[in-house]
């Protein structure tokens, strides 16, 4: 299997500078979180922004939504902020023939206590074993796309209503 993985930003890869006592979205960290694992699998990664979902524009959603299009690879993982996951969710549910598994996290990967490394292992599973469609794989739950929501006060993905 190959993967492609595309990254957007969100808090699994944001750094904290103490001095500024804020924090920045760094470099992907879906690469150290895979060597961790010792995973065996070809994958690429691919970015496409590097910012706060919050922050995230429609020209963005369809520049990564076309860029899913033309990648020839059937398995895509999306690492993503999760205040506006879902909403990018929405607009790759149209693309045909392909499994699409987005996650991110609530606790930035550098951190100790962290649920990117679990979030992430549970993407890379979940989209091995998906029909095509669009998914959206936190807290070791894999929910259809358009079936989720973001529950703040709970810090967890839940089914909506």
């Not at 979902?53 to 959603?61: F, G, I, M, N, P």
């Not at 045909?96 to 550098?110: E, F, N, Q, S």
């Not at 599973?125 to 959206?136: D, E, F």
Request: net charge negative; glycine share 8%; with cysteine.
């Amino acid at each position: 299997m190959q993967l492609a993985i595309f990254t957007m930003g969100g808090t699994i890869d944001k750094v904290y500078f103490d001095d500024l006592s804020d924090y920045t979205v760094g470099e992907a960290q879906v690469r150290p979180i895979l060597d961790g694992a010792n995973v065996d699998m070809e994958y690429e990664i691919l970015e496409v922004t590097r910012k706060d979902s919050l922050y995230v524009t429609d020209e963005e959603r369809k520049a990564l939504h076309d860029r899913i299009v033309a990648d020839p690879r059937r398995h895509v993982l999306v690492t993503h902020g999760t205040d506006t996951m879902t909403e990018t969710a929405k607009v790759l549910a149209d693309i045909p023939d392909k499994v699409i598994v987005l996650t991110g996290a609530m606790a930035p990967a550098r951190f100790a206590a962290t649920d990117a490394v679990f979030n992430v292992g549970c993407a890379v599973g979940a989209v091995q074993c998906l029909p095509p469609g669009v998914y959206i794989a936190m807290n070791g739950r894999v929910f259809p796309a358009g079936t989720v929501r973001k529950n703040r006060e709970k810090g967890r993905f839940e089914p909506l209503s």
